[in-house]
């Protein structure tokens, strides 16, 4: 017994040294620290063998899986992708059916059978929820339009995965009976769950709030509570784990929580990607080679071309689509798990399983670099995409009056909200400018004049008419593309005030240093405003209550209008 604790100890102690200082080495280097979790799971086990049982790692990584599922469902805020609904869930289910024809057609090319050549189908339709979402966050881009996007379609992702995983479950001895019985079972375990989040759980977790150890407590609990619950009728605990997730993930306490297991995300997010490395057989990489080589094209090459061109058919401009279809670039944890589970219901080889694995692997790793450097490919690749215009051009102009704006905004949400709302007594003056369709939707019912594409785009910046404007406001946070602007309106126009918008000190003086004349730092705006509200309001009651009112009477409004995408302001 003590020996095997012993082991057990001496095993975690060394891949948290040498992960350590790996993670130490690439931080140096500028490198994502998951593929130092990857290289040390590979150095230990198929290539210097330093550690041969990884029963024990393998168990406690696939409580790992479980564990961060439920962390990404906890982390999944349903109400922040409810403006891009239709592209998310219908769009989504259109690209998770033609990347599994795609896999499923190549697979039998390639010469695998036909329930071999469906989990290979099902490995390439699926993303990593868990990977975007770590990406996303460590960038600050979870609120942009394209996080938004990605987000939405990885939820359809992980609905529909959850379905699959409850139909192959019962694949052996199907028929309509048992596969009705299993989504009765899913669907009473998922309508429990809601009604648990609407009226159980909300006074639960207002009392365990009071006592942060408590909170953590509570939230482990109900994740154990549902992966058991879901375990015990034929489901993986990995779903059940997930939708406890969502089900604490829309709660008051939703932020408390995610912070309270952060450092146990971190922990099994570790332990997850070196089993992945320990289960990698150079055996199959050199036998397998041309399968391995045709599905990562498919995944690194052909699924982002193929979810772009959806988001452009559902009318998002080149720039957010490429944002979105890049960081769907890869093969999920889901896909691990649908093919963990064909494993162990005799569906497919350990082979195969191994397929999974390196392709898994390799594409969270490149998709780490793509997502990392996505503004350099999409620069590199502006040229080329513009082919994906054709499905978002027309109708790119709204004028509704005669008179040509002579002010221009680009980006209409939250600060360039309230700048509109500035200068609505003379809407003919205004041209907004937004990439977001759903916005320029309700910019038109406003009545508004407007331009319907990304600001960095030449056929967009032609249709501003910068020599002869006033005025051009930009609340885009991003550096580069107010970068652009400054320069084009510059070029054109020497007379145009210019005011841009920065998130940081150094990126404000960088834009002052390129011309800009006034440049909005939201954050030094906000607390000068408190700054500003408290010496009027200390010790006046009315009027703080006046300015109460009046800043609620502003948030309902925005809310109904919809105004929640930042990236454009």
């Not at 961060?68 to 999944?76: A, C, D, K, Q, T």
């Not at 150890?213 to 489901?235: H, K, M, P, Y």
């Not at 689509?321 to 497919?348: K, M, P």
């Not at 954050?523 to 009112?549: D, T």
Request: charged share 15%; glycine share 6%; aromatic share 10%.
């Amino acid at each position: 017994m003590i020996e095997g604790v012993s082991q057990t100890f001496f095993q975690l102690g060394l891949i948290f040294i040498i992960t350590a200082a790996t993670a130490y080495i690439l931080r140096l280097l500028k490198q994502p620290q998951i593929l130092a979790y990857v290289i040390v799971g590979i150095l230990l086990t198929p290539v210097f063998k330093v550690i041969t049982n990884t029963s024990i790692i393998d168990s406690i990584s696939i409580i790992g899986v479980a564990f961060l599922l439920f962390i990404v469902g906890l982390e999944m805020d349903l109400r922040a992708v409810k403006n891009v609904a239709l592209v998310s869930s219908v769009g989504g289910v259109i690209l998770l059916i033609l990347l599994f024809v795609t896999g499923y057609v190549a697979a039998l090319v390639l010469g695998y059978l036909g329930l071999e050549a469906a989990y290979l189908g099902l490995m390439v339709a699926f993303s990593s929820t868990m990977l975007v979402m770590k990406m996303l966050s460590d960038r600050k881009e979870l609120q942009t339009l394209h996080g938004r996007l990605a987000i939405g379609i990885l939820l359809t992702n992980d609905v529909v995965a959850i379905l699959v995983l409850s139909i192959l479950s019962s694949i052996n001895q199907f028929s309509f009976y048992l596969l009705g019985i299993s989504l009765l079972k899913f669907i009473s375990m998922f309508l429990i769950a809601y009604l648990a989040s609407k009226f159980l759980f909300p006074s639960i977790f207002k009392f365990a709030a009071k006592n942060q150890e408590l909170l953590l407590i509570s939230s482990l609990a109900v994740c154990f509570l549902f992966s058991i619950a879901f375990s015990e009728i034929g489901f993986s605990i990995a779903i059940g784990a997930f939708i406890a997730g969502v089900t604490l993930g829309n709660l008051t306490y939703s932020v408390e929580i995610a912070g309270k297991v952060k450092s146990l995300k971190d922990f099994f997010a570790l332990l997850f990607f070196v089993s992945l490395g320990m289960g990698i057989s150079p055996g199959v990489i050199k036998t397998a080679w041309l399968p391995i080589v045709v599905l990562l094209v498919l995944v690194i090459f052909l699924k982002p071309v193929i979810a772009m061109t959806i988001c452009s058919l559902f009318r998002y401009t080149k720039k957010p689509a490429f944002l979105t279809a890049n960081s769907l670039a890869q093969v999920g944890e889901f896909s691990l798990i649908i093919a963990a589970q064909g494993v162990a219901l005799g569906h497919i080889s350990q082979d195969l399983f191994s397929i999974v694995i390196v392709i898994m692997l390799a594409t969270i790793t490149t998709s780490t670099y793509f997502m990392q450097y996505e503004d350099v490919l999409y620069k590199l690749l502006q040229k080329p995409l513009k082919i994906f215009n054709r499905f978002t051009t027309e109708g790119l102009e709204y004028l509704p009056t005669e008179e040509k704006p002579t002010i221009v905004l680009c980006g209409y949400n939250r600060i360039g909200y309230s700048i509109a709302q500035g200068l609505s007594e003379d809407k003919k003056k205004l041209l907004i400018v937004d990439f977001n369709p759903e916005v320029i939707t309700q910019v038109i019912k406003e009545g508004y004049h407007s331009v319907y594409g990304d600001v960095t785009d030449e056929e967009v910046l032609e249709h501003m008419n910068l020599s002869k404007i006033t005025m051009l406001i930009s609340t885009v946070p991003a550096i580069n593309d107010n970068i652009l602007l400054i320069r084009r309106v510059r070029n054109r126009n020497k007379r145009a005030q210019i005011i841009v918008t920065a998130s940081e000190v150094d990126e404000a003086l960088r834009l002052y240093r390129e011309g800009a004349d006034y440049v909005i730092l939201p954050h030094f705006l906000g607390g000068e405003h408190v700054s500003n509200l408290i010496s009027r309001v200390q010790g006046k009651n009315r009027i703080l209550q006046e300015e109460k009112v009046r800043h609620l009477e502003h948030l309902h409004k925005r809310k109904a209008l919809g105004h929640e995408h930042p990236k454009n302001g």
